[in-house]
């Protein structure tokens, strides 16, 4: 009967199993960090907000900036610039460390979308108006 079976790796002996458990330390301290400005999310933020001031103007300096849909267009700018800055705000002092609990990728992934949604529409009204 011995070698019915076979010798397998349980023959004579047991297995010796090892588990290593790891802890993860967030520091919620405020520091301000001027290489996230650097990084590829930071340099996006940046851009997204000179784009929010460049469709302000326009829409600002256009023959028809008395009109509700420029004016919807003009909310979303403002409204996209300073959310956005206070995500970059957030983000270079380590504010969203401190609220960890937040799901920030969320947070933002909704606001992008939601704002998309927004200019599209804030386009398709200007685009009325001719």
Same mark, same amino acid.
Request: some cysteine; charged content about 10%.
């Given at each position: 009967m011995e070698g019915q079976f076979g010798a397998g790796p349980y023959v004579g002996g047991g297995t010796t199993t090892t588990?290593?458990?790891? #802890?993860?330390?967030? /520091?919620? !301290? =405020?520091? @301000? *960090?001027?290489?996230? =400005?650097r990084s590829i999310p930071g340099m996006l933020k940046a851009v997204v907000m000179v784009i929010n001031i460049i469709a302000f103007i326009c829409v600002s !300096? #256009? *023959?028809?900036?008395?009109? #509700? /849909?420029? /004016?919807?267009? #003009?909310?979303?700018?403002?409204?996209?610039? &300073?959310?956005?800055?206070?995500?970059?705000?957030?983000?270079?002092?380590?504010? %969203?460390?401190? @609220?960890? &609990? %937040?799901?920030?990728l969320l947070v933002e992934f909704i606001y992008c979308a939601v704002w998309s949604f927004f200019f599209f529409f804030g386009k398709l009204c200007l685009r009325l108006l001719r």
């Amino acid at each position: 009967m011995e070698g019915q079976f076979g010798a397998g790796p349980y023959v004579g002996g047991g297995t010796t199993t090892t588990t290593t458990t790891q #802890s993860t330390a967030v /520091n919620t !301290s =405020l520091r @301000f *960090d001027k290489e996230y =400005l650097r990084s590829i999310p930071g340099m996006l933020k940046a851009v997204v907000m000179v784009i929010n001031i460049i469709a302000f103007i326009c829409v600002s !300096s #256009s *023959d028809f900036h008395y009109h #509700s /849909n420029a /004016n919807w267009m #003009s909310f979303c700018a403002w409204a996209g610039f &300073f959310t956005t800055g206070t995500l970059l705000l957030f983000y270079c002092l380590h504010l %969203i460390e401190k @609220f960890h &609990f %937040i799901p920030w990728l969320l947070v933002e992934f909704i606001y992008c979308a939601v704002w998309s949604f927004f200019f599209f529409f804030g386009k398709l009204c200007l685009r009325l108006l001719r």
